[in-house]
């Protein structure tokens, strides 16, 4: 399996966060938070990202239910990914985020960050690194 390198984004309604990870190392970081307005995002923003970057792959956090089933928002992130990968000719992949933001936020009180500072500072871009952490964990090893 060649070397990859991904960007990964925590869709939201309001806030898309964004980060960026590789293969080889199995790491990712958080890169940016993009506004959104009723979740379409600033595409030219993210075109930049994806000109940067050069990803192989793009993953998207797809937020089901507890249960495993579809959410409203679950569409919604399916259909985010279906356009990046349309407007931008590179793969789109999703996978199950349940928990990511939670754990992001989990991970910011471990660090003595308030929930008042979310607003300030969100934590989609932590968030969407765990996803893409989790994904990158999923991938066979390289030799």
């Given at each position: 399996?060649?070397?990859?390198?991904?960007?990964?984004?925590?869709?939201?309604?309001?806030?898309?966060?964004?980060?960026?990870?590789?293969?080889?190392?199995?790491?990712?970081?958080?890169?940016?938070?993009?506004?959104?307005?009723?979740?379409?995002?600033?595409?030219?923003?993210?075109?930049?990202?994806?000109?940067?970057?050069?990803?192989?792959?793009?993953?998207?956090?797809?937020?089901?239910?507890?249960?495993?089933?579809?959410?409203?928002?679950?569409?919604?992130?399916?259909?985010?990914?279906?356009?990046?990968?349309?407007?931008?000719?590179?793969?789109?992949?999703?996978?199950?985020?349940?928990?990511?933001?939670f754990e992001a936020k989990q991970q910011l009180r471990d660090q003595r960050r308030t929930p008042g500072s979310y607003r300030d500072n969100p934590v989609?871009?932590?968030?969407?690194?765990?996803?893409?952490?989790?994904?990158?964990?999923?991938?066979?090893?390289?030799?």
């Open positions: 399996m060649p070397h990859q390198r991904a960007l990964a984004f925590d869709y939201g309604t309001r806030q898309i966060g964004v980060a960026v990870g590789q293969t080889l190392t199995g790491s990712a970081e958080p890169l940016v938070n993009l506004r959104a307005r009723d979740g379409i995002p600033d595409w030219e923003q993210i075109g930049k990202l994806i000109q940067e970057w050069k990803p192989d792959v793009l993953i998207v956090g797809l937020p089901l239910n507890m249960d495993g089933s579809d959410s409203e928002m679950s569409a919604r992130a399916s259909k985010f990914a279906r356009r990046l990968e349309g407007r931008f000719q590179v793969p789109a992949q999703c996978i199950d985020e349940r928990l990511s933001t989609d871009s932590l968030a969407a690194a765990l996803l893409l952490e989790t994904w990158l964990a999923s991938q066979p090893k390289e030799m």
